[in-house]
């Protein structure tokens, strides 16, 4: 059975893909090269006989590859780029970088990166698109003031971003050219505003389609916008296997080493007393989904000190000398999680403090959402 399989390792390139097939045992049998187009792609998969198996990496050509091959082949695998240091040793092509790819397929070494939920692709989209004038509004923000703080004009606050002040602000510029260039940086600043004024009713009308918007505003800190971007970014929870995957995809995962963990006493095997070292959070994670989870744990905010012994007890480092004992234990701490899995919701609490997170469990749940978000 297993001369049947066939491995396709595929590295995709603007104006041309090298694709390169090998079998069960790690053969080269084809290899090719086709136009990056749907036909040229689909043309050389269907002259293929036997189980197919296809990867490549993740980039600008991976959505899209992936849903036009999905339903052709038997496996669709998109790896994960930094996880492949096979593909850095040696010499390096595109052939190359095909074939290695395959073996990596073939012998189980590849990273997956998710790719699914055909449903979210509208919310996915504007959540991006969201995400990306933000950024670009705060570019142009920085770029403003890093103007006139470069003519030594003290621009503290955000008058400096009010159209009724515009014409005062562009007066304390002596020079023309820069004055000039901070009128074109206001109406940049304009457009965006008003590009993303207009986006925003969109993105929060598409994520009230999908139930689990509700269920995640009821957590302290987290209102429409960024559970909107929650939902867009994890598609669905049930892509982790438990709750600690999904902490080490949103960067919140802590690290360790340890070495020389046995010695011998007296003939016997027994374990070294020296404690784990940490190393901190993480560093292969979503930058996004962290930031959303740093901005929930904001203390300016309200309810932010909450959300705040509840991430830093996940992590380990509770607040206690700060804040006082925490009101979240461990036993605390995953029966919170433990109720978003079957459906519970978030309430204050009412017995100690005002701040306190607390757990209420919902008998009947969400109608028609999942026990197990």
């Known amino acids: 059975m297993s001369r049947d399989i066939k491995y396709i390792g595929m590295d995709v390139h603007k104006e041309a893909t090298v694709i390169a097939v090998v079998n069960g045992g790690g053969k080269l049998v084809m290899e090719s090269i086709v136009e ?47 996880r492949n240091a096979l593909l850095k040793e040696g010499n390096k092509s595109d052939k190359i970088d095909a074939r290695k790819l395959a073996d990596l397929l073939r012998t189980g070494m590849l990273r997956p990166v998710y790719h699914g939920e055909h ?4 919310l996915r989209e504007l959540g991006r698109s969201y ?32 159209p009724r002040y515009r014409e005062e602000w562009l007066h304390k510029i002596e020079h023309l050219g820069v004055r000039r260039r901070a ?54 929870p049930h892509r982790f296997r438990s709750k600690r995957q999904l902490w080490t995809y949103s960067g919140l995962g802590i690290e360790t080493r340890d ?14 007393k020296k404690p784990q070292q940490i190393r901190g959070l993480n560093r292969n994670h979503n930058h996004e989904m962290k930031a959303i989870f740093k901005g929930a744990a904001d203390p300016s905010q309200l309810w932010g000190r909450t ?10 480092q509770g607040n206690e000398a700060r804040d006082g004992a925490s009101h979240l234990g461990t036993q605390d701490r995953g029966h919170c999680f433990d109720t978003l899995e079957e459906g519970g919701t978030f ?9 306190s997170l607390s757990v209420a469990q919902n008998s009947g749940g969400l109608p028609g959402f999942t026990p197990r978000w």
């Open 36 to 82: 990056t187009k749907a036909s040229s792609i689909l043309q050389f998969i269907h002259g293929l006989r036997g189980e197919l198996h296809v990867t490549w990496e993740e980039g600008t050509w991976a959505s899209w590859l992936y849903d036009l091959l999905q339903p052709q082949v038997a496996q669709v695998l998109v790896c994960d780029p930094r």
């Open 307 to 316: 959300v705040a012994r509840l991430l830093c007890g996940l992590a380990g």
């Open 119 to 122: 449903g979210l692709r509208t």
């Open 131 to 162: 995400q990306t004038l933000s950024q670009d509004l705060n570019r142009v923000m920085n770029r403003i003031k890093a103007l006139y703080r470069g003519w030594s004009i003290p621009c503290a606050g955000t008058q400096v971003y009010a």
């Open 347 to 355: 309430r204050r609490g009412t017995t100690e403090a005002a701040s």
């Open 259 to 272: 070495s020389a963990q046995y010695c011998y006493v007296r003939g016997e095997l027994q374990r070294t």
């Open 183 to 236: 009128e074109l940086l206001y109406q940049q600043l304009d457009g965006l505003q008003t590009l993303r004024r207009t986006l925003r009713p969109e993105l929060l009308a598409e994520s009230r389609k999908h139930k689990a918007s509700k269920l995640l505003r009821q957590i302290p800190c987290i209102g429409p916008i960024r559970a909107a971007r929650l939902i867009a970014l994890m598609q669905t």
